[in-house]
T-cell receptor, first 111, second 110 residues
Framework: EDKVVQSPLSLVVHEGDTVTLNCSYE??????LLWYKQEKKAPTFLFML????IEKKSGRLSSILDKKELSSILNITATQTGDSAIYLC???????????FGAGTQVVVTP | DVKVTQSSRYLVKRTGEKVFLECVQDMDHENMFWYRQDPGLGLRLIYF???????EKGDIPEGYSVSREKKERFSLILESASTNQTSMYLC?????????FGSGTRLTVV
């Protein structure tokens, strides 16, 4: 059975802190790993990772995949209150786009 | 700008009612999905569709059905709403490479 596990489930940090979110997976045919950010509405796409060891960056957010460890991390540096959200990790389980999601990590950034 | 539109942002229904959640996409995507999202459980797949009139059960299909009569529209039906179906419902469409989500419908069954 395909499985995606995220940790921690929630955390509270102060503005300016650095946050590291973890995602581990067990899937039959691994293709890629996706990160999404969800505020009040629809999840919005952050990163798609396919190759091990190659960091993807977007502003203060970065992510890297470790296929040997079957895991990925999402880093947020110099956090701001606007980073408060649920961060979702997901892995496609077939070639048509069906996704297995983790439970998400709720991040709260306090001023 | 590509869009997935869910007809209602918030709904309150009574136990036993038949409930329709509508989702329309304008991207000509073949694949459409319905998920429910609950705290601590993430998004769980209810049903999906790879083509018109085609449907497949996801991980938690019990108590739900779907309809896809046209490519752009994928409807989720709660045959007889129950309180344990109170949740956030998210629709998505995909080409297989990228997902676009709707804004979600927060359904409360009383």
């Amino acid at each position: 059975e395909d499985k995606v596990v995220q940790s921690p489930l929630s955390l509270v940090v102060h503005e300016g802190d650095t946050v590291t979110l973890n995602c581990s997976y067990e899937v039959t045919n691994f293709r890629s790993l996706l990160w999404y950010k969800q505020e009040k509405k629809a999840p919005t796409f952050l990163f798609m990772l396919t190759s091990s060891g190659i960091e993807k960056k977007s502003g203060r957010l970065s992510s890297i995949l470790d296929k040997k460890e079957l895991s990925s991390i999402l880093n947020i540096t110099a956090t701001q209150t606007g980073d408060s959200a649920i961060y979702l990790c997901a892995v496609p389980t077939d070639s048509w786009g069906k996704l297995q999601f983790g439970a998400g990590t709720q991040v709260v950034v306090t001023p | 700008d590509v869009k997935v539109t869910q007809s209602s942002r918030y709904l309150v229904k009574r136990t036993g009612e038949k409930v329709f959640l509508e989702c329309v996409q304008d991207m000509d995507h073949e694949n459409m999905f319905w998920y429910r999202q609950d705290p601590g459980l993430g998004l769980r797949l209810i049903y999906f569709s790879y083509d018109v009139k085609m449907k497949e059960k996801g991980d938690i299909p019990e108590g739900y059905s779907v309809s896809r009569e046209k490519k752009e529209r994928f409807s989720l039906i709660l045959e007889s709403a129950s309180t344990n179906q109170t949740s956030m419902y998210l629709c998505a469409s995909s080409t297989g490479l990228g997902y676009t989500f709707g804004s979600g419908t927060r359904l409360t069954v009383v």
